[in-house]
């Protein structure tokens, strides 16, 4: 009858066409239990025009981080210091090898060098890790999450909302400055703020992970 599985009413609204990035709370009675089996197989054909049909939906604006804008732009800077360290360093050990250069040039060199991948590696495992926007489809059915790439760029991932533990489930309260996006058919974990971000739809938010204490 396309109720949801959980009970919770789950309405559905045409999202506005321009991207936000900002978040809220409401209750349900009902908690979500695991599904008892996540996926099924099918012919390839199949799955690849469930995969398009669910990219065309319409999507309704559930949660938002400003912050995520500032995120890609650090990474992309930090990808572009790392790889203008890595251009300089060649020429430097040339240029010691010819005695043009002090050893103490080259170690200072090699030792930024060193110290940028170090930080672009840090700061990418970080920043592909924070959520951006999460979404709700209008049946209420599929949950659609945008994070930054290594790149700086902007993956979605669509995953249905039985798959999404609530945050009773993963143990997080509203007292954390990060909270979990956990599924139970992944091991990877995403993390998105309430404090610096905004629930644009308490209900919907509800919906996905629960009421939140």
């Known amino acids: ?3 949801p ?3 919770v009413p789950r309405p559905g609204s045409k999202e506005d066409a321009r991207p936000l990035w900002f978040f809220g709370t409401w209750e349900c009675s009902q908690r979500r239990e695991p599904p008892a089996r996540l996926c099924h197989s099918a012919p390839a054909g199949v799955v690849q025009q469930k995969a398009v049909d669910v990219k065309t939906e319409e ?3 559930v949660y938002r981080f400003p912050g995520i804008k500032y995120c890609r732009v650090l990474s992309r800077l930090k990808l572009l210091q790392t790889a203008t360290t890595m251009v300089i360093l ?3 050990c040339y240029l010691y090898l010819q005695d043009q250069v002090s050893q103490n040039i080259l170690i200072y060199t090699t030792g930024i060098a060193v110290f940028a991948g170090a930080m672009l590696y ?3 495992y970080f920043f592909r890790r924070i959520i951006g926007f999460i979404y709700l489809n ?6 659609r999450v945008a994070h930054l790439t290594f790149w700086g760029k902007r993956n ?3 995953c249905p909302i039985e ?6 489930e993963v143990g997080d309260s509203k007292e954390e400055l990060l909270l979990q996006f956990k599924r139970y058919n992944s091991t990877d974990i995403l993390y998105f703020t309430t404090r610096f971000g905004q629930i644009v739809d308490r209900q919907k938010f509800t919906q996905i992970f629960g009421k939140h204490e």
């Open 90 to 92: 060649p020429p430097i």
């Open 163 to 168: 798959t999404v533990m609530t945050l009773d």
């Open 138 to 143: 209008e049946t209420g059915r599929t949950v």
């Open 122 to 124: 840090a700061m990418s």
């Open 156 to 158: 979605d991932i669509f």
């Open 5 to 7: 599985s959980d009970g």
């Open 1 to 3: 009858d396309g109720s």
């Open 59 to 61: 999507f309704k604006l």
